[in-house]
């Protein structure tokens, strides 16, 4: 978008009125929630009847309708029967890559495992294949068409993987496809660097060597660019071990880079326990977490972030996000959005899998998305709630009644405007 257009925004102020419920206000007084862990998690604050005003991009005020201040606005929307909260905020995706997998898809019907077709070249080798084929502009431009449905599905912050490059150049290639989303749609991204996702062929019988490489060669490049917030890694059997994760999670560290890992997906792994030795930001996917794994996060300040669209999506276990909570934890819900485990970044079926499956009440999963996913991206002064200073990035819903109404209306879209 043009400078102008820009410089236009920042003296708008919309302001909307007969919202039927604004949801998760905060007041400014009080001392900002960063997460929302536990019992809090059942809890969701609200106003019934309520206003709110934006300004400049940003939450100016609101209140309940009988408090309404005479004020001028350059729009006014008449919200009567709809509810407001704030926008989701994605912690864990892949939306960047080439291709879809549905090939794959149909093999896995048949019988054949994830791990399995990982381990006969497909799978994520074959997204870095098909990637590694592929210029920037066409990567950019399916990427930009998927972020723009989510965002119509109500996601106004979205964290972004590399990890089908698997060598220097793809990788890259992955990370300025994200910096020009990130310039274009203006939407809060992060973007982790993820090159310990599998092994490259090439490097099958020499582990060691691809760890060298992302360290030695990739990294000081990545990070020299700034293109990465966050380190990653795939820590599973058969995949990155926990001293190679180790290894990939200090080097970051060296460059700044906070760990954000893949742990405990397929098997008991370590991996949530080597992320909160690490102080990881979060420690993703868990469908294997135990009392040991409980154990480590609750002496940590690493948020433990569910994805339970891959387990669907894969037919595995879901994570035990009842134990999680029942433990005093707070609990991030992320779709995974990407063609291999979870070709899906929709956060409102999302929320219908985390309370039919997960047995996650309506208020704990929208927290989930909102507020602890935006911790999960270090968003938590900007997004999250309703709280007079942060960001303008909120959901306008179709005329409905109640929170639960959200997840209840499976494979519906709620949202009628994301405003951002
Ligand atoms: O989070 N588990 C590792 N990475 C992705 C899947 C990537 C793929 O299959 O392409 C995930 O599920
Ligand atoms: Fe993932």
Redo the contacts with the bound molecule.
Sequence with gaps: MPPHINAATLYMRTLITNISHLFQTEDHNDTPILKVAGSAMAEISSITNAWLLLQDGYIHSFGAMPTLPDVHADEYIDATGRMVLPAWCDS?T?IV?AAP?DGEFRDRILGIS?EEI?RKGG??L??AKRLNEMDEDELYDGSLQRLYNVMQQGTGAIEI?S??GLCLEGELKMLRVIRRLKEQVGIPIKASF?AA??YPMAYKENKAAYIDLIIDEMLPVVAGEGLADYMDA?C?QG?FGIEETERLLEAGWKYGLKPKI?AN?LHYSGGVQVGVKHNALSV??LECVGDAEIEALKHSNTMPVL?PG?AYF?GIQYQPARRIIDAGLPVCLAS?Y?????PSGNIPLLLSIACTQLKMTPEEAIHAVTINGAAAMELANDMGTIRVGKKASIILTHKMSSLAYIPYDYGNNPVYKLIR
């Excluded at 990407?338 to 979870?342: D, F, K, L, V």
Aim: charged letters at 15%; one cysteine or more.
């Design positions: 864990h892949h890559f997998r994830y990982a799978g994520i074959n997204s993987k990890g089908y993820l996702h599998a795939f599973e995949f893949h997906q993703d996917h994805l891959a894969l995974d990407n063609p291999g485990s979870c």
